[in-house]
């Protein structure tokens, strides 16, 4: 199974892989994240369905997601690869360096949502934007609008980037390029089933945080308290919500370019 990738090769010898979060793609990182290519390869991928990816309908189990992008590092032969991963990319990123802990040089994490439980998941994300709480709570409804949503999705595409205006609007559109099943799957395995304090306890890699102190919907409290119990790593805050990757992404491309000099 092939993911979307894409390649900005700068003929470096060390690469970095992007994972973005749900419903995220590729577009999501910008000229100041693709200006790291001056000294790295950057590897940026849709992750297994969404964006511009395959939908099959399968399990959308953490083994199906970590299988495709070990299948995508292997595509480029990309022996081992630094990672940056935006929110469920942060759990992806930390089940893959501890399954293949030889694979991964450097982590850095941006709005890494550590919950102890399915319960506090839900809890958190109650708190989120009505939208939200709609297509995770698992709900009639939630099926019935992302339904809607698919089926309307070439009508949707031109005007979607006027309705959601938080996000530069390629971001927008390729949110909307997943289905049902690739969502609420992934939800449910991937964030809901998450054993992130497990991950962090167990693997051994230089780790870089960066978290927004307006997160509702990834507590920045969570990882504070959290985090000396487990693994030593720095921590950085920023004036942020979830989507600090949009709003400082100048500053964290610059926060990574001297975590991985």
Not at 84 to 110: D, N, T, W
Not at 130 to 143: E, T, V, Y
Request: charged share 15%.
């Amino acid at each position: 199974m092939q993911l979307y990738s894409q390649l900005i090769d700068g003929s470096h010898a060390e690469t970095i892989l992007f994972i973005p979060g749900l419903t995220g793609s590729h577009t999501c990182w910008d000229e100041h994240f693709q200006a790291l290519s001056r000294n790295y390869n950057l590897l940026l991928l849709d992750t297994l369905g969404f964006g511009h990816s395959p939908k099959p309908d399968i399990a959308y189990s953490l083994d199906d997601h970590l299988h495709a992008l070990s299948e995508t590092l292997e595509r480029w032969q990309v022996q081992q690869t630094h990672l940056v991963g935006h929110s469920m990319g942060c759990l992806l990123g930390l089940a893959f360096a501890q399954r293949y802990p030889e694979r991964i040089g450097k982590l850095c994490l941006l709005a890494l949502p550590w919950f102890q439980n399915e319960q506090e998941a839900r809890e958190s994300i109650s708190h989120s934007s009505l939208f939200n709480r709609w297509l995770a709570m698992d709900s009639s409804l939630a099926h019935a609008a992302c339904t809607l949503m698919c089926a309307l999705r070439p009508w949707l595409l031109p005007i979607i980037p006027h309705l959601v205006r938080d996000v530069p609007p390629m971001v927008a559109q390729d949110a909307l390029r997943h289905t049902w099943y690739s969502y609420s799957r992934t939800l449910q395995h991937v964030i809901f089933a998450a054993e992130t304090s497990k991950w962090m306890a167990e693997i051994s890699h230089p780790l870089l945080l960066i978290h927004g102190r307006r997160d509702t919907t990834a507590p920045l409290e969570n990882v504070k308290t959290r985090l000396a119990s487990t693994h030593p790593a720095e921590l950085i805050e920023l004036d942020a919500d979830h989507g600090l990757i949009f709003t400082h992404s100048q500053t964290i491309a610059t926060r990574i370019a001297e975590f991985i000099p």
